[in-house]
């Protein structure tokens, strides 16, 4: 049972490149979500999916994409990279939300946009 | 808004002491409330929540409040070692999203 797994671990892109960071979850979670952490910002939602086909916005999701084309997979995509992308990102699943479980987080992706 | 917050003061304790940590919340009161533990470099893991009509929840050295009067839950290690050493987040439950705060820095003094 290996939870959620992230890839890659780490990643530095040039200002305009686009990547996709990859987001695994075998527990056949409904819920994915995608975060940004920053220091002094904590924690802030990207994107968010209640299910496979349904993805909606959070906080901060300019310059993210997001698919949700299976139960399994949901990944994160960069369309130009820019220096303020630059963070740590974390990709998450649950149980449906508003019943009381709580997420499992993957080990995140540290980025850097140079 | 949805805003939950944190102490962002470290607090450091010696071992053997309750650890208190305080998490607040602004506007209606969430349904739950969840607490997660960050090691440097790592995830966060899932420790334990508490809904809105719980008072206190426990969990081995853990315990969790929540005073919807107060707008705040309040989490507590008790007989706290080293290894409870970590950044601790508090995490509101909306429905549909949850809404972390920014995280206590605890650290215990052997």
């Known amino acids: 049972n290996a939870g959620v797994t992230q890839t890659p671990k780490f990643q530095v892109l040039k200002t305009g490149q686009s990547m996709t960071l990859q987001c695994a979850q075998d527990?056949?979670?409904?819920?994915m979500s995608w975060y940004r952490q920053d220091p002094g910002m904590g924690l802030r939602l990207i994107h968010y999916?209640?299910?496979?086909?349904?993805?909606d916005q959070g906080e901060v999701p300019n310059g993210y994409n997001v698919s949700r084309s299976t139960t399994e997979d949901f990944p994160l995509r960069l369309l130009s990279a820019a220096p303020s992308q630059t963070s740590v990102y974390f990709c998450?699943?649950?149980?449906?939300?508003?019943?009381?479980?709580?997420?499992?987080f993957g080990s995140g992706t540290r980025l850097t946009v140079v | 808004s949805q805003k939950i917050e944190q102490n962002s003061e470290a607090l450091n304790i010696q071992e053997g002491k309750t650890a208190t940590l305080t998490c607040n919340y602004t506007?209606?009161?969430?349904?739950?409330l969840q607490w997660y533990r960050q090691d440097p470099g790592r995830g966060p893991v899932f420790l334990l929540l508490?809904?809105?009509?719980?008072k206190e929840k426990r969990k081995e050295r853990l315990k969790v409040t929540f005073d919807t009067t107060l707008k705040q839950s309040l989490f507590h290690i008790t007989a706290s070692q080293p290894a409870d050493s970590a950044t601790y987040l508090c995490?509101?439950?909306?429905?549909?999203?949850?809404?972390f705060g920014t995280g206590t820095s605890l650290t215990v003094i052997p």
């Open positions: 998450a699943s649950s149980y449906p939300t508003g019943v009381g479980y709580g997420y499992t």
């Open positions: 527990m056949n979670h409904e819920y």
């Open positions: 999916s209640v299910g496979a086909g349904i993805t």
């Open positions: 506007n209606y009161s969430p349904a739950y």
């Open positions: 508490i809904r809105e009509n719980e």
């Open positions: 995490a509101r439950d909306t429905g549909n999203q949850f809404y």
